[in-house]
């Protein structure tokens, strides 16, 4: 099992619609859990990060933690042309220095 | 502060040349990260560094080399470079919160 594994893209929504993307982890002891956006081209850069079990409002992004399931999730609403990127869950090891990544997943926002 | 800096932002190698990536960041970071990104695919870890003079493998560190004398520079050395080297490589440090701050990239093109 990877250590982190988000949901396969590419997922493609309407401009003003929400996107939902979601993000497994393995390490049941994990404790902090980030989102990156990466624009194509560019490099990943930090939107939300999350600490506790519930919500996280961020502007439009909403980050959800549910830490029995293991499961860290990531809205997106009013969605805008402008969040079009690759968005990468991302989740520290305890056994070592390492953050590891998930394989992203592209969300296109139609206009 | 700059945050992390990487040069040369592209650059072109003929099969068996070597180079220097160059890393630095200005964020007195003692973790910093060499990550390599193929298109479409998700990122690498080529090598770490927990301090000065400390340094480790990641999962893909072949073909590659690093050194960390000071708490600022990490710089990533390719031998004998490769086509299977072609790749975008990111340079990231980290913060005591276990954000990773990642430089703009270098885009290397192996002929």
């Known amino acids: 099992q990877k250590e982190v594994e988000q949901n396969s893209g590419p997922l493609s929504v309407p401009e003003g619609a929400i996107a939902s993307l979601n993000c497994t982890y393995s390490d049941r002891v994990s404790q902090s859990f980030f989102w990156y956006r990466q624009y194509s081209g560019k490099s990943p850069e930090l939107i939300m990060s999350i600490y506790s079990n519930g919500d996280k409002e961020d502007g439009r992004f909403t980050a959800q933690l549910n830490k029995a399931s293991q499961y860290v999730s990531l809205l997106i609403r009013d969605s805008q042309p402008s969040d079009s990127a690759t968005y990468l869950c991302?989740?520290?090891?305890?056994?070592?220095?390492?953050?590891?990544f998930g394989a992203g997943t592209t969300v296109t926002v139609r206009a | 502060n700059a945050g992390v800096t990487q040069t040369p932002k592209f650059r072109i190698l003929k099969i068996g040349q070597s180079m220097t990536l160059q890393c630095t960041q200005d964020m007195n970071h003692n973790y910093m990260y060499w990550y390599r990104q193929d298109p479409g695919m998700g990122l690498k870890l080529i090598y770490y560094s927990v301090g000065a003079g400390i340094t480790d493998k990641g999962e893909v560190p072949n073909g590659y080399n690093v050194s960390r004398s000071t708490t600022e520079d990490f710089p990533l050395r390719l031998e004998l470079a490769a086509p299977s080297q072609t790749s975008v490589y990111f340079c990231a440090s980290r913060s005591s919160t276990d954000t990773q701050y990642f430089g703009p990239g270098t885009r290397l093109t192996v002929l």
């Open positions: 991302a989740v520290p090891s305890q056994s070592d220095y390492k953050l590891s």
